[in-house]
T-cell receptor, first 110, second 115 residues
Framework: QKEVEQDPGPLSVPEGAIVSLNCTYS??????FMWYRQYSRKGPELLMYTYSSGNKEDGRFTAQVDKSSKYISLFIRDSQPSDSATYLC??????????FGTGTSLTVIP | DAGITQSPRYKITETGRQVTLMCHQT?????MFWYRQDLGHGLRLIYY???????DKGEVPDGYVVSRSKTENFPLTLESATRSQTSVYFCASRDLQGPSGNTIYFGEGSWLTVV
């Protein structure tokens, strides 16, 4: 079983929809949680990071962490065609190792 | 501009040849990493470095060599390229200071094809 599981999609939604992207994990040592956005032929770009259970909001993006369920989510409100990308979740454990999901491919249709 | 610069961005090489992928960062971050990204596997750590002259293996180090003589540079060498090393390679760095100390930042990637 992988340390981090992420549904690869692909996910296709109409413009303006609310998008929910999710990752589950098995290691209780994960302390910090990140979401990256990766456009085609580009490197992953940090979107959001958080270290506690609960919600963190940044514009149209909300990161949610539920440590008791070992589940994190990224919500995108009012999705735009420019949000079309692959989204990677990432986690850092207490031993300073990073773990990445395999990514969810998102297409927002105008 | 500050950040991570990788070169070359695209490279085609033949089996058995030595290839070096360059990585330069302007932030003076202590940690640097090399990942490869493959369909179905996601990002896999090849090597990382905690500081100049300190390097350590990651998940998939076989066939790769790294060095870090200066904080800002972290080249990755494929000593004798094989077709299984066809991949996209990402260099990354991590700053241990400040609120973003628990995140890493990636370069734009180097696409390598071994024929």
């Amino acid at each position: 079983q992988k340390e981090v599981e992420q549904d690869p999609g692909p996910l296709s939604v109409p413009e303006g929809a609310i998008v929910s992207l999710n990752c589950t994990y098995s290691n209780s040592a994960f302390q910090y949680f990140m979401w990256y956005r990766q456009y085609s032929r580009k490197g992953p770009e940090l979107l959001m990071y958080t270290y506690s259970s609960g919600n963190k909001e940044d514009g149209r993006f909300t990161a949610q962490v539920d440590k008791s369920s070992k589940y994190i989510s990224l919500f995108i409100r009012d999705s735009q065609p420019s949000d079309s990308a692959t989204y990677l979740c990432a986690m850092l454990d207490t031993g300073n190792q990073f773990y990445f999901g395999t990514g969810t491919s998102l297409t927002v249709i105008p | 501009d500050a950040g991570i610069t990788q070169s070359p961005r695209y490279k085609i090489t033949e089996t058995g040849r030595q290839v070096t992928l360059m990585c330069h960062q302007t932030w003076s971050h202590s940690y640097m990493f090399w990942y490869r990204q493959d369909l179905g596997h996601g990002l896999r750590l090849i090597y990382y470095s905690a500081a100049a002259d300190i390097t350590d293996k990651g998940e998939v180090p076989d066939g790769y060599v790294v060095s870090r003589s200066k904080t800002e540079n972290f080249p990755l060498t494929l000593e004798s390229a094989t077709r299984s090393q066809t991949s996209v390679y990402f260099c990354a760095s991590r700053d241990l200071q400040g609120p973003s100390g628990n995140t890493i930042y990636f370069g734009e990637g180097s696409w390598l094809t071994v024929v």
